[in-house]
């Protein structure tokens, strides 16, 4: 295949999110993609792809900080409430203490997927980005909806005024 219909086939079920060069030096990019805000992420070589609301109570999770000390795995920390969400899973991590075990020794848990995460690809330094539409509720859909989107914009105005 030529790099020319590398690129087509790869744009057919994905949309461009921007040059890679230019994700690298901005390390997040927040888009809105079919009808889903997304955030790309860029770190440490890899790039990553989740919804930009955290699915507990929306937060803004382009302003989290990102950790990589929950057993190793790389993970987003919602600004508001510091619900932990894996990168690559999209896994919503909690802390727990079995009090049966001595002595007490706090281990990290799932709650599941949380989190929807999408695929990011790179096809000649172009970053593009597949949705993941994978069947069934995941809690991050509900703060691409409509009714939400509706009353987080009127909120946002009711701020600025």
Request: proline share 4%; aromatic share 10%.
């Amino acid at each position: 295949m030529s790099s020319d219909e590398d690129v087509a086939a790869v744009s057919r079920h994905s949309y461009f999110i921007g040059k890679k060069e230019n994700i690298i030096q901005a390390r997040r990019v927040v888009k809105s993609v079919g009808e889903r805000d997304v955030l790309v992420i860029y770190h440490k070589g890899d790039f990553y792809a989740i919804d930009v609301r955290c699915y507990h109570s929306g937060g803004p999770l382009q302003e989290g900080d990102i950790e990589k000390d929950f057993d190793g795995r790389t993970c987003l920390v919602c600004p508001w409430h510091k619900y932990k969400i894996t990168l690559a899973e999209g896994e919503g991590l909690y802390q727990a203490v079995d009090p049966s075990v001595k002595p007490l020794k706090p281990t990290w848990c799932s709650k599941g997927i949380k989190q929807r995460v999408h695929t990011v690809t790179v096809s000649n330094e172009d970053v593009f980005l597949t949705l993941n539409n994978s069947p069934g509720p995941i809690d991050s859909d509900y703060y691409q909806t409509e009714k939400y989107r509706n009353t987080f914009l009127k909120e946002g105005q009711k701020k600025t005024k």
